[in-house]
């Protein structure tokens, strides 16, 4: 026994919304899904191609469709028709039409779906997709009959992923997930397309962002938009859980474009807000590069949030502290002391070696900074380099000490942080130079 996918809406539909290409009673209406006029046209072919003969009454009218051969030179094709009441009628369309762009089942199904949905003014309520055993009419309702297959079994088990009108989510912007995964595209509620990106929200556009009349766009307009909507419509409490993460997920919204979020003031504001409050009044962003004064600040209690690149860093510094440019709140008043006369001398003294035997990447001396010791547990800091910086502190305590200020200014020469490769092979270079002096000398 065929079974069919019953989609029911209250009201007769006009012949002519089924049969003629760019009419639409909701053509202009931000509210409705429809615009163009072509859904349920290019639906049909779709649905026919795949050998799914759909059965539609308007009313009590039936509507179905029909193929009938005809050529064109040396070429046969499949013109298109229909048979409506007692009238059978040829389109002006081949069943090829639409071919490039409509080539899925769930591309027609999503336009008769659409087009309930408008004709109950977005109540899905007022609907009824359910599977039935047969194809009846009823007075007053237009029913869309469609044979039942996989592909199509497939979408209905799936119209609550293809409509957010089903969850209750068709006016929401942005839609939280539990779980990363691959970001889906709504557009007015309907599901438009997946992008090949991971995120941690799906996207729900609204009218001011146009698609093509088969409901498609490209994966960069797409991205593009995406990350809009979750700057400027995403909670902030989330925003800031997201922004914070240190996962290594490459997800669609941890992607600034290297220097800003380009969020309005009144969303950075906000931002701010949350951020201390989710993680502390003292609190401020960090990356692994900056971890001799992540140590440092969290010696006067403050709490460094650590991100997973440096783009995102550079990125929120916007909004909030770093670690690096809130040194003066962390150490001003409180531990940075005048330049010892006696530690400058020092320090230029070791670059002029550095310089002599060519070890200073060609940069200028960097600033210097005496401070005043914090000690914890009886240990204290001797002196620390703030990466992608040009200064460097050395502990008042200890002002001359040459291995602390040349293992500072090997940090401030390769911006590379204790134990790293870079660091190391820095030293080795070093020792291997002033060896090569004393040899010679």
Same mark, same amino acid.
């Given at each position: 026994?065929?079974?069919?996918?019953?989609?029911?809406?209250?009201?007769?539909?006009?012949?002519?919304? =089924?049969?003629?290409?760019?009419?639409?009673?909701?053509?202009?209406?931000?509210?409705?899904?429809?615009?163009?006029?072509?859904?349920?046209?290019?639906?049909?072919?779709?649905?026919? !191609?795949?050998?799914?003969? +759909?059965?539609?009454?308007?009313?009590?009218?039936?509507?179905?469709?029909?193929?009938?051969?005809? %050529?064109?030179?040396?070429?046969? =094709?499949?013109?298109?028709?229909?048979?409506?009441?007692?009238?059978?009628?040829?389109?002006?369309?081949?069943?090829?039409?639409?071919?490039?762009?409509?080539?899925?089942?769930?591309?027609?199904?999503?336009?008769?779906?659409?087009?309930?949905?408008?004709?109950?003014?977005?109540?899905?309520?007022?609907?009824?997709?359910?599977?039935?055993?047969? &194809?009846?009419?009823?007075?007053?309702?237009? !029913?869309?009959? $469609?044979?039942?297959?996989?592909?199509?079994?497939?979408?209905? !088990?799936?119209?609550?992923?293809?409509?957010? /009108?089903?969850?209750?989510?068709?006016?929401?912007?942005?839609?939280?997930?539990?779980?990363?995964?691959?970001?889906?595209?709504?557009?007015?509620?309907?599901?438009?397309?997946?992008?090949?990106?991971?995120?941690?929200?799906?996207?729900? =556009?609204?009218?001011?962002?146009?698609?093509?009349?088969?409901?498609?766009?490209?994966?960069?307009?797409?991205?593009?938009?995406?990350? /809009?909507? =979750?700057?400027?419509?995403?909670?902030?409490?989330?925003?800031?859980?997201?922004?914070?993460?240190?996962?290594?997920?490459?997800?669609?919204?941890?992607?600034?474009?290297?220097?800003?979020?380009?969020?309005?003031?009144?969303?950075?504001?906000?931002?701010?807000?949350?951020?201390?409050?989710?993680?502390?009044?003292?609190?401020?962003? &960090?990356?692994?590069?900056?971890? &001799?004064?992540?140590?440092?600040?969290?010696?006067?209690?403050?709490?460094?949030?650590?991100?997973?690149?440096?783009?995102?860093?550079?990125?929120?510094?916007?909004?909030?502290?770093?670690?690096?440019?809130?040194?003066?709140?962390?150490?001003?008043?409180?531990?940075?002391?005048?330049?010892?006369?006696?530690?400058?001398?020092?320090?230029?003294?070791?670059?002029?070696?550095?310089?002599?035997? *060519?070890?200073?990447?060609?940069?200028?001396? +960097?600033?210097?900074?005496?401070?005043?010791?914090?000690?914890? *547990?009886?240990?204290?800091?001797?002196?620390? /380099?703030?990466?992608?910086?040009?200064?460097?502190?050395?502990?008042?305590?200890?002002?001359?000490?040459?291995?602390? $200020?040349?293992?500072?200014?090997? /940090?401030?020469? %390769?911006?590379?942080?204790?134990?790293?490769?870079?660091?190391?092979?820095?030293?080795?270079?070093?020792?291997?130079?002033? $060896?090569?002096?004393?040899?010679?000398?």
């Amino acid at each position: 026994m065929q079974q069919y996918l019953k989609i029911e809406n209250e009201g007769v539909a006009p012949i002519a919304g =089924f049969t003629v290409l760019g009419m639409s009673t909701s053509r202009g209406d931000a509210s409705k899904v429809g615009n163009f006029g072509s859904g349920s046209k290019f639906g049909v072919l779709s649905l026919i !191609r795949s050998n799914i003969d +759909p059965i539609i009454y308007l009313g009590t009218d039936k509507l179905t469709y029909y193929t009938r051969p005809e %050529t064109m030179g040396d070429k046969i =094709f499949q013109r298109v028709g229909y048979r409506f009441r007692t009238k059978n009628e040829l389109l002006s369309v081949s069943l090829d039409f639409g071919s490039a762009d409509w080539t899925d089942v769930s591309m027609g199904l999503r336009e008769y779906v659409s087009n309930a949905i408008d004709a109950a003014n977005g109540d899905v309520s007022k609907i009824k997709i359910e599977i039935v055993d047969n &194809a009846r009419a009823k007075t007053g309702l237009t !029913r869309v009959f $469609i044979p039942i297959t996989p592909a199509v079994l497939d979408y209905y !088990r799936s119209l609550s992923n293809n409509y957010l /009108h089903f969850t209750g989510k068709q006016k929401s912007q942005v839609i939280i997930k539990q779980d990363v995964s691959h970001c889906r595209i709504y557009l007015k509620g309907v599901y438009v397309r997946t992008l090949n990106q991971l995120s941690y929200c799906d996207y729900n =556009f609204g009218e001011e962002i146009k698609i093509d009349e088969s409901r498609n766009m490209d994966d960069y307009y797409a991205r593009y938009y995406a990350r /809009h909507y =979750f700057k400027e419509y995403c909670p902030v409490e989330v925003m800031v859980r997201v922004l914070s993460n240190n996962t290594e997920v490459d997800a669609l919204e941890l992607v600034s474009n290297g220097r800003s979020l380009g969020m309005s003031e009144k969303r950075k504001v906000e931002f701010e807000k949350e951020f201390k409050k989710q993680n502390g009044e003292n609190s401020v962003i &960090a990356t692994p590069l900056e971890g &001799a004064m992540v140590n440092f600040a969290a010696k006067k209690g403050i709490k460094s949030v650590m991100l997973r690149s440096e783009e995102m860093r550079s990125a929120l510094s916007e909004i909030v502290p770093t670690v690096s440019n809130c040194d003066d709140s962390i150490i001003n008043g409180c531990s940075v002391q005048p330049l010892r006369i006696d530690t400058q001398k020092r320090v230029e003294k070791v670059w002029a070696w550095l310089n002599q035997i *060519g070890m200073t990447a060609n940069k200028d001396i +960097p600033e210097i900074a005496s401070f005043s010791c914090i000690m914890t *547990g009886g240990s204290e800091m001797q002196g620390f /380099h703030i990466p992608n910086t040009n200064k460097i502190y050395i502990n008042e305590q200890n002002p001359v000490a040459t291995n602390v $200020i040349l293992e500072e200014l090997g /940090h401030y020469i %390769t911006n590379s942080t204790d134990g790293s490769q870079d660091f190391q092979d820095w030293a080795f270079k070093v020792a291997g130079k002033i $060896i090569e002096l004393m040899e010679n000398s």
